[in-house]
């Protein structure tokens, strides 16, 4: 399982690596700003039956 995942970061071009919380459920979502532009993002993390986790972000 992965410990962590990224996504880039639409208004800046940042790649942001962020921490997955395999406790917190299969589907998740939640709102997090990037660290270099602070612009706010929602989160889409969805964990698959083998543990993979894929992040979609969209600007909130």
Same mark, same amino acid.
């Given at each position: 399982? *992965? =410990? =962590?995942?990224?996504?880039?970061?639409?208004? $800046?071009?940042?790649?942001?690596?962020? #921490?997955?919380? &395999?406790?917190?459920? +299969?589907d998740?979502?939640?709102?997090e =700003?990037? #660290?270099?532009? $602070?612009?706010?993002?929602v *989160?889409?993390? +969805?964990?698959? =039956?083998?543990?993979? &986790?894929?992040?979609?972000? +969209? #600007?909130?």
């Amino acid at each position: 399982m *992965l =410990d =962590d995942a990224s996504y880039t970061c639409d208004a $800046c071009g940042e790649q942001v690596v962020v #921490p997955i919380d &395999a406790t917190a459920g +299969r589907d998740q979502e939640y709102v997090e =700003d990037c #660290p270099v532009c $602070c612009r706010p993002h929602v *989160l889409n993390v +969805r964990i698959g =039956d083998d543990g993979a &986790a894929f992040v979609n972000a +969209r #600007p909130e």
